[in-house]
């Protein structure tokens, strides 16, 4: 259960405790224990350009290095979520990978309908593409299965598009990033109820999407 003052549970206030005290092993280990929880989003919201090019675990190690250096201010003084924080400079460290490799590609407007960059947590948008595939997820046993698979994820991909864009994210933070609604709402910059509402109608849409497709 998260502690009144930071938001954060207790076994990572007890680590913080630990960095105040002068424990220099402690960030290492809060940063492991939401290693998994970082790459999943990772993964979700690599450009497939990239793939190939680019392993979830390179955009970690930045990620680590700048959350490093910035730790001992987030300690003095925690605003959010110690989870959120090292979610936010992920997220912004993979939106720096983006342009890097990509430039001006990085945000192709015929392969996506995307949030505002602020609205998706400082960091790349889950696509309508990337969201397909996830709900897809699954072994391909032949030629045929794998052409019927690659229709039904165009099809997918192409009435995911049409859904609201913040609806769309709420499913990706939600599901596949398996985030709280709390957290959910905070990486949204809304109320969690306003979170919550969204979050309702777009599982709503989603059936409808799943049905047709």
């Known amino acids: 259960m998260p502690t009144a003052l930071s938001g954060n549970p207790p076994e990572v206030a007890a680590l913080l405790e630990r960095a105040a005290r002068g424990d220099r092993g402690a960030f290492g280990e809060l940063f ?16 497939r350009r ?31 979520p110690f989870f959120l924080w090292l979610r936010c400079i992920t997220a912004r460290k993979l939106a720096s990978l983006h342009r890097f490799h990509l430039g001006a590609q990085a945000r192709d407007a015929r392969r996506e309908v995307a949030l505002p960059l602020a609205d998706a947590g400082a960091g790349p948008s889950a696509t309508s593409e990337a969201l397909a595939a996830a709900l897809l997820k699954a072994s391909q046993t032949s030629p045929s299965e794998a052409a019927i698979r690659e229709e039904t994820r165009q099809r997918l991909e192409s009435a995911l598009n049409e859904m609201d864009p913040r609806d769309r994210e709420v499913l990706a933070l939600r599901h596949f990033e398996q985030l709280t609604n709390a ?22 849409r989603l059936k409808v999407i799943l049905e047709g497709v």
Do not use: C, N, W
Request: proline share 6%; aromatic share 4%; glycine share 4%.
């Open 183 to 204: 957290e959910t709402a905070a990486v949204l910059g809304i109320e969690p109820p306003a979170a919550s509402k969204r979050h309702v109608r777009a599982l709503k």
């Open 32 to 47: 492991a224990l939401h290693t998994d929880r970082l790459e999943r989003m990772v993964k979700l919201r690599l450009d």
């Open 50 to 80: 990239l793939h190939g090019r680019l392993d979830p675990a390179d955009v970690l190690q930045e990620a680590y290095i700048e959350a490093a250096g910035a730790f001992e201010a987030y300690r003095r003084r925690p605003t959010s």
